[in-house]
């Protein structure tokens, strides 16, 4: 079963083309077959990008969590004292 293709057009900086075609040239391989395998990788890192910037956020809650407990001990001492002088 043949691969669905399909054809677009894109711009290209003229550095850009420059040296895909260097590339595809010294590695004896398709300027097509290098913009799939290239667009490919960025899909699948920009994938976990969002997991790395998913797991960052849970671990910064836990962290939050960590420290407002700290400093709760703190700001209710703070309370304390200041109800004491608001007469």
């Known amino acids: 079963m043949a691969e669905a293709q ?18 595809s040239d010294e590695n004896a391989c398709d300027v097509n077959w290098v913009i799939d395998e290239a667009l490919l990788n960025f899909f699948q890192r920009e994938g976990n990008f969002a997991a790395q910037l998913i797991h960052g956020y849970l671990d910064m809650a836990d962290i939050n969590e960590e420290l407002s407990d700290a400093f709760s001990i703190c700001e209710q001492e703070a309370d304390r004292r200041s109800s004491g002088y608001i007469n």
């Open 6 to 23: 399909k054809m677009f057009s894109v711009r290209l900086d003229a550095d850009v083309v420059d040296r895909l075609q260097k590339y």
